[in-house]
């Protein structure tokens, strides 16, 4: 069975930093890629940013420079990285791998 744990959400200061991980089993993350969606209240769910298989990355325009998506093989795990937080980024964060989602993570980001 698939499971997807996200985990690293909070409420953090405008310009502050969070780490959000995302710990698959059943699923291996390295062989199929991921992405990391996001939610704000009362809106649809959007791409953050994707890792495929190869390594590579991309980010949607509004987190580029600022966000990271990084991947630990070992531990089956991904993480997302945040700097330079907005009051806009606050939202529940997803992560996406093979059809599977995760639980989501609330992020917060104060003014």
């Known amino acids: 069975q698939v499971q997807l744990v996200e985990s690293g959400g909070g409420m953090v200061q405008a310009g502050g930093s969070l780490r959000l991980s995302c710990a698959a089993s059943?699923?291996?993350?390295?062989?199929?890629?991921m992405g990391w969606y996001r939610q704000a209240p009362g809106k649809q769910r959007e791409l953050v940013g994707t890792?495929?298989?190869?390594?590579?990355?991309v980010y949607t325009d509004s987190v580029k420079g600022r966000f990271t998506i990084s991947r630990d093989s070992a531990k089956n795990t991904v993480y997302l990285q945040m700097n330079s937080l907005k009051p806009e980024d606050t939202a529940d964060y997803y992560c996406?791998?093979?059809?599977?989602w995760g639980q989501g993570t609330q992020v917060t980001v104060s003014s």
């Open positions: 890792l495929n298989s190869g390594g590579t990355t």
């Open positions: 996406y791998v093979g059809g599977w």
């Open positions: 059943g699923i291996i993350i390295r062989i199929n890629g």
